[in-house]
């Protein structure tokens, strides 16, 4: 927390990790520089209660953009860690600029396309318009042309961009790599940890910045923000009510 306060990075990794029956066996938070992994088995009350302050406060911040790969198990597993303290990551101002690389995203590119009067299909949805606007005139300029050349301008289209069933065909695809991922299923209840799997721990979060830069360079953008984005301070948060 004390790393964090004082310069707010603009974008964080985050990812659990956990071995049943524990909800979650560490937290792991990277920034672009470094990476924590965090230690949440049988933990004094006192720890567990700091390790809660950290996380309410990073998951409240507006312009902290919090990057997780499967958000909604995660928010579970987090719930049912701090659940016996009586808090949880459900209410209404607990949750704000939180993006899940797991969910669809749209790319928006420049194509050169065909005008529509010089395609046959084009020239007969403009003479219905025309017709429905009794322009007959236009509808007579329209007919009388004949097969013009095709002239093209650029348009936009818009993609949409997902399907990634894991992190490791997302990081293939778009960052060129192969991730570890024999350490996903070893048991992350033993302490200690192997140094392998605290590396593992750390790379899953910190892969999560580079995808984001990489998607972000392509102009792939999220369709989906959870809780709000950075605004004036003036602005009320739109989950508050009036009285908030």
Not at 16 to 40: G, K, M, N, Y
Not at 138 to 160: H, M, N
Request: charged fraction near 25%; charge should be negative; aromatic fraction near 10%.
């Amino acid at each position: 927390l004390t790393f964090l306060q004082p310069a707010p990075p603009a974008y964080v990794g985050i990812d659990l990790e956990w071995t049943d029956p524990e909800p979650v066996s560490v937290i792991q938070i990277a920034t672009e520089h470094r990476a924590f992994v965090i230690d949440c088995v049988h933990r004094t009350p006192l720890y567990m209660s700091v390790l809660h302050a950290l996380m309410d406060w990073l998951m409240k911040q507006e312009g902290v953009t919090k990057l997780f790969f499967g958000f909604p198990h995660d928010l579970v597993r987090l719930n049912m860690l701090f659940g016996d303290m009586g808090k949880t990551f459900s209410g209404r101002d607990h949750i704000s600029s939180v993006l899940d690389l797991y969910m669809q995203r749209i790319q928006r590119v420049s194509v050169k396309a065909p005008r529509d009067e010089d395609t046959p299909l084009g020239r007969d949805q403009l003479m219905g318009e025309a017709l429905l606007r009794q322009d007959f005139d236009e509808i007579q300029r329209l007919s009388e042309r004949g097969a013009p050349p095709v002239r093209e301008d650029y348009a936009e289209k818009v993609f949409t961009v997902g399907g990634h069933h894991s992190l490791n065909s997302m990081t293939q695809r778009y960052l060129g790599e192969t991730l570890e991922k024999k350490y996903a299923a070893s048991n992350w209840n033993f302490r200690p940890l192997a140094v392998a799997q605290v590396v593992y721990a750390a790379t899953d979060a910190h892969i999560l910045l580079r995808l984001e830069s990489a998607l972000r360079a392509r102009n792939i953008l999220p369709q989906r923000i959870w809780g709000s984005g950075p605004r004036d301070g003036l602005q009320p948060a739109w989950w508050k009510n009036s009285e908030g």
